[in-house]
């Protein structure tokens, strides 16, 4: 009867972590979708806005391309949807493809990601 009641303990105690272990998985699951390669929380690819804002100060650690691409193109105050907005957004994404970046259109704008588009800068640029 003793053997039983510790069989029946150990059953129900690696079933109980199962399905815990499956409820923490199905809850983060909906977190890690959201996450794709760049736009994920810390700015693991180092993005720029584009266009730059007047309202954004740049980082500390920027790289030299997003520099660049707001010497050649100043930081706008235009909002999105503008008339103003629009050239300057072709403008930076041209200096950020023509530098040797990425675009990236960002479709979940969040509170760290707030901007349409990003320019991915490659990896062979150094950082300030």
């Not at 041209?94 to 990896?123: A, H, L, T, W």
Request: hydrophobic share 30%.
């Amino acid at each position: 009867m003793m053997k039983s009641v510790r069989m029946l303990l150990s059953v129900f105690k690696i079933s109980a972590g199962l399905l815990f272990g499956i409820g923490l998985i199905t809850y983060a699951a909906p977190t890690l979708a959201n996450c794709e390669g760049c736009l994920c929380p810390g700015d693991p690819c180092n993005l720029c806005p584009l266009p730059a804002m007047e309202s954004d100060r740049p980082k500390p650690n920027e790289p030299d391309l997003c520099a660049r691409i707001r010497e050649k193109v100043p930081p706008t105050s235009a909002q999105p949807g503008s008339n103003e907005y629009f050239p300057n957004l072709d403008k930076s994404v041209m200096v950020c493809v023509n530098e040797g970046g990425d675009v990236i259109r960002n479709k979940q704008r969040n509170p760290e990601y707030p901007s349409r588009f990003y320019c991915k800068p490659p990896r062979s640029i150094k950082q300030n």
